[in-house]
Each structure stands twice: as structure tokens, then as C-alpha cells.
């Protein structure tokens, strides 16, 4: 069963870069893998907001809010995801989850995008904080 774990999080100024990982256990990710996966954030009191996706393969999406300066990819040989962040915001403060789900489940890799809340499989996440 594939479990995630997210690491990278950290305290940066504004302005600054952060690359998160998510590894990937209990699984092997290769490009005939049947998975989409994303980054997420959420702060206290206010709903998850989904970043960007990539699906089985390789077709990546990324939300408006962080389009252009955050950017996801998968490296089937570490079985980790990534999401590199740069030009942070005091607004990108959040706790960050990667998350998966079975593309078999949705009958393909249309549904894979950052909207998509039916993700199933879930990381404890990793705390950014950006100050000024």
C-alpha cells in the first residue's frame, strides 16, 4: 500500500526557494504506473487549496495562484515527488501535503488536475512559513 512522506519545509524569507519531497513507499513509481499525484496546502480555518498535479504520464497542471513560480515533477528512480517553490510569498505560508490517488478508479488522467478533491492517499505534510 503506497504511503507518503513530505519533507523540505522550512522557514525562508520573502523572496526565497524551497524544494519539497514527498517519497513514495509501499510502491514503486514507474511510467507505467496508474497514479495522479499533487501538492496541497492548507492554513488553519481555511479550505485545502490544491497546487499542482501530475498524472500517470507525466502531464503536469499548476494552479493559477502558483503558476510560474512553483513547479511539480516525479523522479520515478528516487519514488519521490517534488515541488519546487520560488519568488515565496508571506501568502504561501501553509502546511504542504502530497497526495495520490489511482487513476483506474476515474477511468483515466482527464480528472488530474489541482481542483480534484478526491484524492485518497495522503502525507502528514510539511510546514512552510515565510516571513518578511
Known amino acids: 500500500q503506497m504511503q507518503l512522506t513530505e519533507s523540505g519545509g522550512d522557514s525562508v524569507q520573502v523572496g526565497g526557494s524551497l524544494r519539497l519531497a514527498c517519497v513514495v513507499s509501499?510502491?514503486?513509481?514507474?511510467?507505467?504506473?496508474?497514479?495522479?499525484m499533487g501538492w496541497f496546502r492548507q492554513v488553519p480555518r481555511m479550505e485545502r487549496e490544491g497546487l499542482a498535479t501530475?498524472?500517470?504520464?507525466?502531464?503536469?497542471e499548476h494552479a493559477a495562484s502558483v503558476e510560474g513560480r512553483f513547479t511539480i515533477s516525479r523522479d520515478n528512480v528516487k519514488n519521490t515527488l517534488f515541488l519546487e517553490m520560488n519568488s515565496l510569498k508571506p501568502d504561501d505560508s501553509a502546511m504542504y501535503y502530497c497526495?495520490?490517488?489511482?487513476?483506474?478508479?476515474?477511468?483515466?488522467?482527464?480528472?488530474?488536475?489541482?481542483?480534484?478533491?478526491?484524492?485518497?492517499?495522503w502525507g502528514k505534510g510539511t510546514l512552510v512559513t515565510i516571513s518578511s
Open positions: 497526495a495520490a490517488v489511482d487513476e483506474r478508479q476515474y477511468g483515466g488522467r482527464s480528472f488530474c488536475e489541482p481542483d480534484f478533491t478526491g484524492m485518497d492517499i
Open positions: 509501499g510502491y514503486t513509481l514507474t511510467w507505467s504506473s496508474t497514479y495522479c
Open positions: 501530475i498524472d500517470s504520464r507525466g502531464h503536469s
